[in-house]
């Protein structure tokens, strides 16, 4: 699987962005979809994620103002507002074989895409 994102780039605090990520392969039921963040300095963490049943989750960090979806087949989408300085990091897409109903190790990851907040 091969992810490709976009739609990153350099915002105000209180701003919006929108991040897509294309899939090179149907993702629907073969594929738990996530999107993560690292910062400078900091450990990679989840962001928002859909479970092998499609239920969204997310960071508390990002509650109420990020929204992960996904048209169920190439393509997920992560929509931002309400946008902070600290949520300044690069964004990945990322994959995860379903085995047996259950997501597995998130093993496919996308280039990264640098979003920017200023205070």
Known sequence: VQLVESGGGSVQGGGSLRLS???SVDTYRWY??????????????????????GTP????SVKGRF??????????SLQMNSLKPEDTATYY??????????????????QGTQVTVSS
């Open 21 to 23: 990520c294309a899939a």
């Open 32 to 53: 738990c979809l996530a999107w993560f963040r690292q910062a400078p300095g900091k450990e990679r963490e989840v962001v928002a994620s859909f479970s092998s049943d």
């Open 57 to 60: 989750t997310y960071a508390e």
């Open 67 to 76: 929204t992960i979806s996904t048209d169920n087949a190439k393509k997920i």
């Open 93 to 110: 897409c990322a994959a995860a074989p379903i085995v047996w109903y259950k997501c597995t190790d998130y093993t496919y990851w996308g």
